[in-house]
């Protein structure tokens, strides 16, 4: 999939600020983020649907999940860290892990601005803030 944006990402042909990287998965922030941090997790290979990720593979990305989720939860101190597959927007699979401030974050005005058929995205973060945010997620994973 040469023109697909997440394996362009894992195959560092466009940058992102990256969390957690092995030779499998790709963790790094979503680039309109519903809380800061907010992150996804990918397998570096191409697969559309998290239903036909070979099971070793879910399992490293669930488990770098956990890993990033118990961390968000010490620096954000939050209760609750949200974890999702969509299928929406990118047409390879990815997880989002999100820092819960409010039992709605995931499902919020903010991330459903037309209404639950519609679909807008938060705003975008600074550079110099997505720099220091991955740099204090990837704490998680030293
Ligand atoms: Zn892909």
């Known amino acids: 999939m040469d023109d697909c944006l997440f394996c362009r990402i894992a195959r560092n042909e466009i940058p992102a600020h990256v969390v957690y990287e092995d030779d499998e998965i790709l963790a790094f922030l979503d680039l309109h983020p519903i809380r800061p941090g907010h992150s996804l997790v990918i397998p570096k290979q191409h697969h559309v649907w998290f239903e036909d990720l070979p099971p070793d593979l879910a399992a490293r990305i669930t488990t770098c999940a956990q890993q990033l989720a118990r961390h968000m939860k010490r620096i954000y101190r939050v209760e609750r860290v949200g974890f999702f597959y969509t ?17 709605h974050d995931v499902s919020s005005q903010a991330y459903l601005l037309d209404g639950a058929g519609g679909f807008s995205a938060p705003p975008q973060l600074p550079a110099e803030e997505n720099r220091r945010i991955a740099q204090d997620l990837s704490a998680a994973f030293a």
């Open 87 to 103: 299928g929406i927007h990118v047409p390879h699979a990815h997880a989002h892990v999100v820092p819960m401030h409010h039992n």
